[in-house]
């Protein structure tokens, strides 16, 4: 492979923002799209060569031969681009029907390419030809890409745009019923930044992507039967530290069951855990570890069963308190597409709800 944007290549993020912003609110306007719930994927084509790098720059390919064959048949022979690979069933984008593509067995990985057939919706292009497009304005880019994938089939698309921001909002109400997550707008003169968070976003609900670091036991757990009471999840701060943040719990019986059967091979020793000083009382004091007492646990068993931070999950979450979830966060799904070490505080970005001097009238 040759190409004038070659592997590997982080992808443009975006920043959530609350409402859809005025198209004037930056300097050069904004375009909107909708925003796609499954992977990101950069698609890189150089002749019968084709690549599919994740979010977290490993290869995709080989869990969608499917991807890899409409990328020679739509897609121009030497290019790159950004787009989503996603998985729809009964008219509505599936994440789980997704999420079970990525399998070690090449059997399996071929009968759900058959199964649940996966397509590529695209959204800029960064290189065709000998021809890198990174530093021109995404209104170039994007015209380049509806240029060059002009006579593109299912399952390639290129997403919808607009730069009519009630149009947008249109989209942020309609598309929901498709699952999709909302809308992302683009500066139109922006160039192509790699991990950098340029895009806004918009969603309907505020989530985040955390690492499990730990759990509790239910407190109807038995020898018998154990059963899983929470989940206790982190970030990881500027400096590399993975931070408590926070818990997530909520579950039926089987699945308390479920999880803890499914969480449990990742057991370690506390000495093996970054949250491992969590017995020593100065480390409770700060209250950045878990373990530790306050006045509103008062004697409450707070122990908890160190994992390997290897694991990412999707939460729902309504607001931070400082540098933790202010409540119990909601257990979305596994996001086995994320790399732990990406789970950063960046993402939790937001403007404040209110501000004290609106509520002391």
């Known amino acids: 492979m040759d190409l004038p944007v070659m592997p590997p290549v982080q992808p443009m993020l975006a920043k959530s923002v609350k409402g859809v912003p005025a198209v004037d609110s930056v300097d050069g306007g904004l375009s909107y799209e909708p925003k796609w719930d499954g992977f990101r994927a950069i698609v890189f084509r150089d002749g019968d060569e084709v690549v599919l790098a994740s979010r977290s ?31 729809a069933l009964n008219g509505r984008l599936d994440f789980d029907a997704l999420s079970q593509r990525i399998h070690p067995a090449d059997s399996r990985v071929r009968m759900l390419a058959e199964e649940t057939p996966a397509s590529l919706v695209a959204f800029d292009l960064l290189a065709i030809s000998d021809e890198s497009l990174m530093d021109a304005p995404f209104s170039e880019r994007r015209d380049r890409l509806e240029q060059a994938l002009a006579s593109a089939a299912p399952p390639v698309h290129v997403t919808q745009r607009t730069v009519d921001a009630d149009e947008a909002e249109q989209w942020f109400d309609r598309f929901e019923g498709a699952g999709l997550d909302g809308v992302v707008a683009k500066r139109l003169d922006g160039p192509y930044v790699p991990n950098g968070r340029t895009m806004l976003k918009i969603k309907h609900s ?20 154990p059963l899983l009471g929470s989940m206790l999840l982190g970030l990881y701060s500027d400096d590399g ?16 069951a479920e999880l803890l059967q499914e969480l449990d091979p990742l057991r370690v ?63 979305k799904r596994w996001r086995d597409d994320r790399e732990p070490e990406s789970c950063g505080y960046a993402q939790l970005e937001e403007v404040a709800t209110y501000d004290l001097k609106d509520v002391l009238l």
């Not at 530290?241 to 308390?256: D, I, N, P, T, Y």
């Not at 160190?306 to 939460?315: D, H, K, M, N």
Request: with cysteine; charged share 30%; proline share 5%.
């Open 206 to 225: 505020r989530t985040a992507d955390v690492v499990v670091a730990g759990y509790r036991l239910h407190k109807t757990s038995t020898e018998e039967r």
């Open 57 to 87: 720059t490993k290869e995709l390919t080989r869990y969608f031969p499917e991807v890899v064959d409409a990328v020679r048949a739509n897609l121009p022979e030497r290019c790159v681009v950004d787009g989503e690979i996603v998985v």
């Open 241 to 256: 530290k993975l931070q408590h943040v926070g818990v997530c719990a909520s579950f039926s019986e089987a699945r308390r």
């Open 269 to 331: 020793d506390f000495a093996d855990h970054p949250w491992g000083a969590w017995q020593d009382e100065a480390a409770q004091a700060s209250g950045r570890l878990p373990g530790g007492q306050s006045r509103w646990t008062g004697t409450k068993d707070l122990s908890f069963v160190p994992l390997a931070p290897t694991r990412v999950a999707e939460v729902g979450y309504e607001h931070m308190e400082g540098d933790r979830f202010r409540h119990t966060a909601q257990f």
